[in-house]
């Protein structure tokens, strides 16, 4: 039967399950609820790692927690909070994985200049509904893309005049000749999804010049983020917008091309997400200086992010 071995080993972890389809209920010792993707939790198995989630407290299951990138349910308690400052109804982005990303990218964006003038957050909203984000990964990377936007301008925030400085610095953005290309490539299968296989992380280091953002907004939107460091301020022009976006790009897949090549660098390393949407393969030094490949279950890739020390 399917999932035996983890079946097993929660068992053997007297952690209660209920297997559902597609997010597995599970509730450790720890009394700490959390629902997962079965291929995710035999991953945590195999890596001999699963009683970190479910036996685990205080700091082990902190650690455990950052590690393995697990929201548990009392986390999701934050998720109210979360729409209230980006101005989002409760109807909207409603999936476990919804309010996992959601959750996430407010976490993030709070951080960032302007967020916390609430005109600002909502105005990010509407700049994202306004560009028909769809789900709620173009909703995040659109809202970022407009607290990015904002954040280069300068100065105080000007209601009047900066939602459509936006609206111009994005058309620019998204039709650089880097975006042209942005989605998903077919690189692999299923089997390159559910486990970790450096078969798979060579085939992506030998297909780099062809992986791009899935979108040409999250394109847009990590290139504005992750500046240079004492570089030029965002430009205004189409020439230097469209530079800035296809330099980022550049990066991107160098990073890939030397990664695993030169003796100097760390192995590619992997996870699957709690949801088992997708998996990450990092190039680099995760937290450093990587870039990040993601590959669904259809065995689809494309860059999530880019960053490095000379980038902000």
Do not use: C
Request: hydrophobic residues 40%; proline residues 6%; charged residues 20%.
């Amino acid at each position: 039967m399917p999932w035996d071995e983890l079946k097993q080993a929660l068992t053997a972890q007297k952690a209660a399950y209920t297997p559902r389809d597609p997010f597995w209920e599970v509730r450790g010792q720890n009394g700490e609820p959390f629902r997962a993707h079965p291929a995710f939790l035999d991953e945590v198995r195999l890596a001999g790692e699963l009683d970190g989630l479910v036996t685990a407290t205080d700091s082990q299951l902190s650690n455990a927690l950052r590690k393995w990138r697990v929201t548990l349910d009392r986390h999701l308690a934050a998720v109210p909070d979360a729409r209230a400052a980006l101005g989002l109804g409760p109807q909207r982005f409603t999936t476990l994985e919804d309010e996992i990303t959601l959750l996430r990218y407010y976490e993030t964006a709070r951080s960032q200049p302007g967020f916390a003038n609430p005109v600002i957050a909502a105005a990010g909203t509407a700049f994202a509904d306004h560009r028909q984000a769809a789900t709620v990964l173009d909703y995040s990377q659109l809202h970022a893309f407009f607290l990015a936007a904002v954040s280069s301008f300068g100065g105080a925030y000007k209601a009047d005049t900066y939602p459509a400085r936006v609206d111009a610095m994005y058309d620019l953005a998204v039709g650089s000749p880097a975006a042209v290309g942005t989605g998903p490539v077919q690189l692999g299968a299923e089997a390159d999804w559910r486990t970790h296989r450096p078969g798979f992380a060579l085939t992506i280091h030998a297909e780099a010049a062809r992986l791009n953002f899935r979108t040409a907004h999250a394109l847009a939107g990590h290139a504005l983020k992750h500046l240079l460091l004492g570089g030029p301020s965002v430009p205004a022009e189409r020439e230097g917008v469209h530079h800035l976006v296809g330099t980022y790009l550049d990066e991107a897949r160098d990073r890939i091309s030397v990664t695993g090549t030169a003796p100097s660098m760390p192995e590619v390393t992997s996870a699957l997400a709690q949801t088992g949407a997708t998996r990450t393969y990092v190039y680099g030094i995760l937290n450093v200086h990587a870039t990040m490949v993601a590959v669904n279950s259809a065995g689809q890739a494309w860059i999530t992010t880019y960053y490095g020390p000379t980038r902000t």
